[in-house]
């Protein structure tokens, strides 16, 4: 049996379920919390930060993910601070400068106010959000994709680099990587980074109504929990 609690989100009083996470329960009561590597069904990790919030205890603030972050009676949650802001612009500046031939990160850059890139451009093809990982040992219980190595040199890969017999090609690992789906304008070749912004006039929808989700299409690329 389900057990509810009441949670504070912005100054608004929430019944949510205990246990779920704080940003499901925002997604669920259209708060928008913009995350990239939070998927339904799926265990979460904070991999990406991006849904990182402000949790006040005893008068303090600790920053932390949403994702990870399960609902308790009595909690106070500040999600558009800017505070919050700040970190989630400079989070999403970082993973447009590690992989911008990604719509779902061009996107969530925008979502998060990113006007200009400081950062050298690196065009990766992985942002180690684990999706791809989760969905393998989760929801298939195949277990035939991992992470490998640490710092520097970590990366998500089949054992010993060579895909397994026991690898059942479902594809459910591309279907939610969001390296998977290119800019509108095509791939960025090498020296040609930037930051897309073109889809900037989606957010024109929720400049009266900040921090609330209006069902905007940034994000939908990654199956955003708005359109599950």
């Known amino acids: 049996m389900l057990q509810y609690v009441n949670v504070s989100i912005n100054g608004a009083i929430i019944r949510a379920v205990k ?3 704080i940003l499901d329960t925002a997604i669920e009561y259209g708060i928008c919390i913009p ?3 939070h998927s339904r069904n799926l265990s979460d990790i904070g991999a990406c930060r991006l849904c990182v919030v402000e949790h006040i205890v005893n008068g303090r603030s ?3 993910t949403s994702c990870t972050l399960k609902a308790e009676e009595g909690m106070v949650i500040r999600a558009d601070t800017e505070r919050v802001k700040k970190l989630r612009r400079n989070i999403a500046e970082l993973l447009v400068a590690q992989a911008p031939n990604s719509r779902a990160i061009q996107d969530m850059a925008v979502r ?3 006007k200009e890139v400081r950062y050298p451009f690196r065009n990766d093809d992985c942002v180690l959000c684990g999706r791809c990982v989760r969905a393998c040992n989760e929801l298939w219980k195949v277990h035939a994709r991992g992470f490998v190595g640490r710092g520097k040199e970590r990366h998500v890969d089949f054992p010993f680099g060579k895909r397994p017999d026991f690898c059942i090609q ?4 591309i279907q939610l990587c969001p390296m998977t789906i290119v800019p509108c304008d095509g791939p960025m070749k090498s020296g040609e980074e930037r930051l897309c912004g073109k889809c900037e006039a989606q957010l024109m929808i929720s400049e009266d109504m900040p921090g609330n989700c209006t069902w905007c299409k940034l994000g939908e690329s990654i199956a955003c929990g708005r359109y599950v």
């Not at 479902?170 to 690992?173: L, T």
């Open 19 to 21: 246990g779920n996470s």
């Open 35 to 37: 995350h990239l590597c």
């Open 62 to 64: 600790n920053i932390t």
């Open 112 to 114: 998060c106010g990113v």
């Open 170 to 173: 479902c594809g459910a690992c």
